[in-house]
């Protein structure tokens, strides 16, 4: 039931990410006309007065950011929802709509705290040198261990200090393209001390990254998420009991 999950009323502002054959894959605004049992009444989202091409059983990804009393920010809720009615606007309804039947929910900190276990290399690394007046970037080799919507753990060969600024590309999780962005070193642990070739993991937080791209990446990672507790029901590795993230 949708309306026991918080932050649904009518009215409420959401966000759509959608793959739109013309416009792309987007974040899209959409407002809450109506719901019930698991579905949402949504307003067609649009760009630039274009509407956003939605099939049937299309699948969307939507987010509704919440608010502690004093303003700041709480807990986005995330809605992997289906489509399953289009409504065309009447003289009774003139706003067009768009029905989605939610199928998983789940919530996560707003300065994405969460930290999904990955392994992949990044496609582009560079450190950001400064020498007499004139900076550089040197590319490095290097891997994401983890990854968060605030940040990234990478392991490198190459010890970068404390403080740097990178710049780097990597794959988004759940093939949600790529990113590019510059990132700050906060902190450098050496993991193998003593031993011939070395190896540095790096923390490092986003530095440039637009809301947009934090937003992008913290549905990337709720999806992950989901796949991976899927994953790991069909295998038997957890009991449908303990899941945190509920299904309809």
Not at 143 to 163: K, M, P, R, W
Not at 221 to 233: G, M, S, T
């Amino acid at each position: 039931m949708v309306a026991a999950l918080p932050g649904i009323r009518i009215g409420a502002t959401l966000a759509m990410e959608a793959d739109d054959p013309a416009l792309g894959a987007d974040s899209y605004k959409c407002r809450i006309e109506d719901f019930k049992d698991e579905r949402l009444w949504l307003t067609w989202p649009a760009k630039r007065g274009q509407a956003v091409k939605l099939q049937l059983d299309d699948s969307v990804s939507l987010a509704l950011a919440q608010t502690a009393p004093n303003g700041q920010p709480e807990a986005t809720l995330y809605l992997d929802s289906i489509v399953v009615d289009r409504l065309v606007p009447t003289p009774q309804n003139p706003v067009p709509q768009v029905v989605v039947r939610v199928v998983a929910a789940g919530r996560q900190a707003p300065r994405g705290s969460y930290r999904l276990p990955v392994r992949m290399p990044l496609t582009d690394a560079a450190v950001r040198v400064s020498s007499y007046g004139t900076t550089s970037w040197n590319p490095i080799v290097a891997y994401i261990h983890d990854i968060s919507a605030g940040g990234l753990g990478i392991t490198s060969d190459a010890e970068v200090a404390q403080g740097l600024k990178m710049r780097v590309r990597f794959p988004v999780p759940a093939g949600s393209g790529e990113m590019s962005v510059t990132v700050e070193v906060m902190n450098v642990t050496d993991v193998s001390p003593g031993e011939r070739l070395s190896k540095y993991k790096l923390g490092v937080k986003f530095d440039d990254a637009t809301q947009q791209q934090r937003e992008r990446m913290a549905r990337a990672i709720h999806r992950a998420q989901l796949e991976n507790r899927r994953r790991d029901q069909v295998a038997g590795k957890i009991d449908r009991s303990d899941e945190t993230v509920e299904a309809s």
